[in-house]
């Protein structure tokens, strides 16, 4: 149980183009999804919060128009890099958490973003 | 700041020998705590957490980890490490009321040889 999967795996697009990332809980109900970014040797660094039907909380420095958080039901969270650059180039990350138990998050296996 | 600090980035051990990853945190609250796994290739995967009660927490695969609180360590064990517990290991905590913001560790990546 509480499986999440993200789609595409990786992805390869030219600068200014616009890139959608998918994050579905496969057999469970996701209250809250999260979303992370990931440098080469770095941690995990939260981008947003997404709570279904409201609007995403960004964290500091995470630009809202630059990163498009849409949670449109309990088991889809999409995240859309608009205008790409090379420089946001990185391994994206969704979590979610179950109804039942919200402080354990269950991680998606990533999305590797490379901007030419 | 709140941060989380792995000590060591790399680790190499022999088969059957024992292992410490140690994590540290910097926060004065109160604080669920986390180890997470991801074996090569694959997510990250919940190992084992703590969120209040006996200190010692035992999570899959023989690892268990220690809570101790004047010391803000939460450091990961395991007395037997075999050669499929090759992976790299995040340590991440939750300050309580943060809404689910975790704070990660850099990761410690452990190599067994067999």
């Known amino acids: 149980g509480a499986v999440v999967s993200q789609h595409p795996s990786w992805v390869i697009c030219k600068s200014g183009t616009s890139v959608k990332i998918e994050c579905r809980s496969l057999?469970?109900?996701?209250?809250?999804m999260f979303w992370y970014r990931q440098f080469p040797k770095q941690s995990l660094m939260l981008m947003a919060t997404?709570?279904?039907?409201?609007?995403?909380?960004?964290e500091q420095g995470v630009e809202k128009d630059k990163f498009l958080i849409n949670h449109a039901s309990l088991t889809l969270s999409t995240l859309t890099v608009t205008s790409a650059h090379p420089e946001d180039s990185s391994f994206y990350i969704c979590?979610?958490?179950?109804?039942?138990?919200?402080?354990?998050?269950?991680f998606g296996p990533g999305t590797r973003l490379l901007v030419l | 700041a709140q941060s989380v600090s792995q000590h060591n980035h790399h680790v190499i051990l022999s088969e059957a020998a024992s292992l410490e990853l140690g994590c540290n945190y910097s926060?004065?609250?109160?604080?669920?705590l986390f180890w997470y796994v991801q074996y090569p290739g694959q997510h990250l995967q919940l190992l084992l957490k703590?969120?209040?009660?006996?200190?010692l927490v035992k999570g899959i695969k023989g690892f268990e980890a220690e809570f101790i609180k004047s010391k803000f360590s939460f450091n990961l064990r395991k007395p037997s490490v075999q050669w499929s517990d090759t992976a790299e290991y995040f340590c991440?905590?939750?300050?309580?009321?943060?809404?689910?913001?975790?704070?990660f560790g850099k990761g410690t990546k452990l190599s067994v040889k067999p």
């Open positions: 991440a905590v939750d300050p309580v009321g943060s809404q689910g913001n975790l704070i």
């Open positions: 926060y004065g609250g109160t604080v669920n």
């Open positions: 057999d469970f109900q996701a209250t809250t």
């Open positions: 979590s979610a958490t179950l109804a039942t138990e919200q402080e354990t998050q269950y």
């Open positions: 997404s709570n279904e039907g409201s609007k995403a909380t960004y």
């Open positions: 703590y969120f209040s009660g006996d200190p």
